[in-house]
């Protein structure tokens, strides 16, 4: 399986990924404030040079905080004690931005105390001449006990954000970056963990047709020996274990068959009349030298004999089988029990067993093609990883769902639940 160190090295990467893009993000932040704080400068700046440029005020030697406010981020008024002529007011302001770098829009107005409102209005436009001024809404005067100029900039916001182009594109690029290097990463993690499943793969197959083979082979082998032929319990034995080990190749071999199919192809199932407890005996038949050999028991209580569904034979017997022989094979000195009842229009085949169980992180994964739990590769008894894969594809192509209970230590109750109009 995966081994930890790669999940260590990915964790790290996604921290440092995490942290690279926070970072950025702060700095964005701040270069914002930064080029906030430049624009309102500016202003400042400019307002400083018209004061002097034109005669707006007696007290020339006023502080200009006392004479300019910022009631809004958009907005900035300042005070005056005689009324400027309109156009010069224009011409003086416009040179002061320029000489500034102020390059946005701005809409003049100004407010004369005596009649409590604008007087008039102008605009100064920093986009291409002969384009149309936006944003013309009616401005709202802020009520004063004195005159002031009125400079609101409508688009204020934006052109920060313009100024902090170059930013935007270094720090997009380097975010396109971190995602074409984030998926490198996954992709090489893909990789590894499918080299992984695979050696892990061809290990099991190699593991579960040898060890059926080698039996086989044996009891052959002991088949044509004279002593055995006199003693006929002896013949039945070894044709018993023969018979099992080729049904257990058999389970196998339909496993790995239908996965492909089903992975290249539509799987289709053919429906009969199919009697589940039929099923169930015939498996736990098939199963008996396991549940001998592990000196184990498999209890049923099979209700309603002899009901009868509509389902595909073949697919339903191996998907039961295959839950089946895990209960069997996941417990030391099995003890299973099986029960079959039918329920608000459902029919259920509950498998239950005393095995080594499965943990709730594992309990999302055991439905995964090639799966096999970290204890099942510990555990003796080898597996392919399909079974439960095949199971589950097969119980939704009947329209059916499959549940699971689980408390490691203690033991697992697989529910098969088959809807009624497939009954
Ligand atoms: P095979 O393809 O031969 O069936 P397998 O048994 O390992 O191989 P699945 O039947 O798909 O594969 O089961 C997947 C994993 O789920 C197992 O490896 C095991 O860890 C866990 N598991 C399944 N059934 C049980 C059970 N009854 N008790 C404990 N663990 C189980
Ligand atoms: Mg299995």
């Not at 970072?23 to 430049?38: C, D, G, P, R």
């Not at 300019?68 to 004690?81: A, G, Q, S």
């Not at 720090?171 to 993690?189: E, V």
Request: net charge positive.
């Amino acid at each position: 399986m995966r081994s930890s160190t790669t999940r260590i090295l990915i964790l790290l990467l996604a921290i440092t990924i995490a942290a690279i893009i926070g970072l950025q993000i702060h700095w964005l932040q701040k270069t914002y404030a930064f080029e906030k704080n430049v624009f309102n400068t500016s202003v400042i700046k400019s307002i400083r040079g018209l004061y002097e440029d034109m005669d707006l005020t007696h007290e020339p030697g006023s502080h200009l905080s006392s004479l300019i406010e910022h009631p809004n981020p958009n907005i900035f008024l300042f005070k005056i004690d005689s009324i400027p002529q309109k156009d010069s007011l224009a011409y003086y302001l416009k040179n002061e931005f320029e000489d500034f770098d102020v390059y946005t829009d701005c809409r003049v107005a100004v407010y004369n105390y005596s009649r409590q409102g604008f007087i008039y209005e102008s605009v100064i436009t920093a986009t291409a001449p002969g384009k149309k001024f936006t944003g013309m809404a009616q401005l709202v005067p802020v009520k004063k006990d004195f005159s002031y100029v009125y400079l609101f900039f409508p688009n204020r916001n934006r052109y920060i954000i313009t100024q902090m182009n170059a930013w935007i594109l270094t720090s997009s690029l380097l975010l396109l970056l971190l995602i074409g290097f984030s998926f490198a990463i996954y992709y090489l993690y893909q990789q590894k963990f499918l080299n992984e499943v695979q050696k892990d793969f061809i290990n099991n197959v190699t593991h579960e047709f040898s060890t059926p083979l080698m039996v086989i082979d044996l009891s052959t082998d002991a088949l044509t020996k004279q002593s055995v032929l006199q003693q006929p319990e002896k013949i039945a034995k070894y044709a018993n274990s023969i018979r099992h080990q080729s049904d257990y190749l058999k389970s196998h071999i339909k496993n790995l068959i239908n996965t492909v199919v089903a992975d290249q192809y539509t799987f289709a199932i053919k429906k009969t009349a199919v009697i589940p407890n039929e099923l169930i005996r015939q498996a736990v038949l098939q199963l008996d030298p396991i549940v001998m050999d592990k000196k184990g028991v498999i209890e049923l209580n099979l209700e309603e004999n002899n009901k009868v569904i509509q389902a595909d034979n073949e697919n339903l017997y191996l998907a039961l089988f295959n839950i089946i022989n895990n209960a069997l094979k996941y417990a030391t000195q099995p003890h299973v029990i099986i029960n079959t009842y039918s329920h608000n229009s459902h029919y259920y085949i509950s498998i239950k067993d005393n095995g080594i169980g499965i943990d709730a992180v594992e309990l999302k994964k055991i439905f995964k093609k090639f799966y096999r739990g970290q204890k099942g590769n510990l555990h003796n008894s080898k597996g392919l990883g399909l079974g439960l894969y095949f199971t589950k594809k097969i119980i939704s192509l009947h329209h059916g769902n499959i549940h699971v209970n689980s408390i490691p230590g203690i033991g697992t109750d697989f529910t098969i639940e088959l809807p009624v109009n497939n009954i």
